[in-house]
């Protein structure tokens, strides 16, 4: 079982980005799906999550109202959308996804690492000021 993260690069701020999570071995389209970072010397932190259903989303207050997660079953990817980046918002950003199907947790429960039980290998989003 594979996440494949891909989408960073370099971006002005004020910018936006999308990241994809392509996941192959199996599907997580009935799954928890979420989205970390981790910025140098920094702890790992949440971002986004969604729900199995897809029906609900949660994001951390660093990035609600510029951040979007999403999911494309047909595809077994899951995107981050990205708009107004900040130099704060440089780091690496990992996928994760929850192992088992049609789970549903307390809210709180979404950011925690614990949740996933595969994770993709990052991908650098770099805002410059």
Known sequence: VQLQASGGGLVQAGGSLRLSCAASGRTFSNSVMGWF???PGKKREFVAALSWSGGSTYYAPSVKGR???????AKNTVYLEMNSLKPEDTAVY???ADGNPRRTY?????????????WGQGTLVTVSS
Not at 106 to 118: K, V
């Open 106 to 118: 307390l809210e709180a429960y979404y950011a925690s690492p614990g949740l996933y039980d595969y």
């Open 37 to 39: 970072r981790q910025a």
């Open 67 to 73: 951040f979007t997660i999403s999911r494309d079953n």
């Open 94 to 96: 990992y996928c994760a």
